[in-house]
């Protein structure tokens, strides 16, 4: 391991720096090793990684001087961070803050950040079309993951700005068909007819991975990556398919979704809204061919739910 260039992954126990983590152990014979940082070093999941050959250590987000010392010594780090533990925009501004200083202190020679659209470029926040969130945000989970680009570069970070795509591992969870009254599976999106690039967590990780393997070939572009540009009706139909069960689209307008009665309805519709509007760029900028070219692993959301239909819920019910 001494030959290879150590890639310090956060999140790694989650869905997509746990992908990454695990697209660099499933090369052992290529060039780089994996430093696994995690808040618990004795979880589970963290031992899993152990097991299996990464360097784990504990880092947390809120913690610049923790990031800095699991930094050290490292070629690279893929940074990221979780807007939905916390719901805080502000927050995820600080703790981007703290990845890109603690990149800079360490000397990384190349960083990857998990970033989407500061939304505000399209919307400005006098736009009435869509309300203001959290006092200065139109889609907070992307505005702020935008706003911070600038941090890595203020910090003379070399960074590859990666946009991801919507998880198709959401339908195994926040997403995840609903039973109607009527016994039919429903999945509710405020999406129209448009096209949504999606793409398996596990393939963030695969094509972060490949970043890696480019060199400093990408660094300092921005690169969007998607497995599949679909409308929401195909991937209704598709689970549908795999689920082997009628599951319906239920397209509603972004006003309608923003009155639901859950945590982040707001901020769901708002995203859809912005997806939906700008749909010709937002797509452009996710492009598969590109995303193949770095992973050729790349699923498409058929072979996705092809391996993963047994996991999606089944509500109790009748059909």
Not at 139 to 154: C, H, M, Q, S
Not at 277 to 299: H, K, M, V, W
């Amino acid at each position: 391991m001494a030959d290879k260039k150590m890639i310090a992954v956060v999140g790694a126990t989650g869905a997509q720096g746990g992908g990454v983590a695990r697209s660099i152990l499933d090369d052992p014979d290529g060039t780089l090793a994996c430093r696994a940082l995690t808040r618990n070093a004795a979880s589970d999941a963290a031992s899993a990684l152990a097991e299996r050959g990464a360097e784990v250590v504990q880092a947390d987000l809120d913690d610049a001087d923790s990031l800095t010392r699991a930094f050290e010594g490292a070629h690279g780090a893929y940074c990221m961070t979780n807007f939905f533990e916390h719901f805080s925009a502000d927050k995820e501004l600080e703790q981007a803050s703290n990845l890109a200083r603690a990149a800079r202190a360490a000397g990384i020679r190349h960083a990857i950040w998990s970033t989407q659209e500061d939304t505000r470029h399209w919307f400005p926040l006098d736009d009435d079309r869509m309300p203001t969130l959290q006092g200065r945000y139109k889609v907070p989970n992307f505005d702020a993951k935008g706003e911070a680009n600038r941090l890595f570069t203020d910090n003379g970070v070399p960074t590859t700005f990666l946009l991801t795509s919507f998880f198709w591992d959401n339908f195994l969870g926040v997403a995840s068909p609903v039973r109607g009254d009527d016994g039919v599976l429903g999945v509710t999106l405020a999406m129209g007819d448009k096209k949504t690039p999606g793409i398996a967590a596990e393939d963030v990780g695969r094509c972060a991975h490949g970043i890696f393997k480019g060199g400093d070939e990408l660094v300092g572009e921005t690169v969007g990556i998607s497995g599949e540009h679909l409308t929401a009706a195909e991937m209704v139909v598709a689970l549908g398919d795999a689920m082997g069960e009628e599951v319906r689209y239920n397209d509603v307008p972004p006003d309608v979704f923003r009155s639901f009665p859950f945590p982040g309805a707001d901020l769901a519709a708002n995203t859809w809204q912005f997806v939906a509007e700008t749909n010709e760029e937002y797509c452009a900028r996710r492009d598969t061919g590109f995303s193949r070219s770095i992973n050729p692993r790349l699923q498409t959301f058929a072979e996705w739910l092809a391996s993963n239909k047994d996991r999606i819920p089944v509500p109790a019910g009748t059909p």
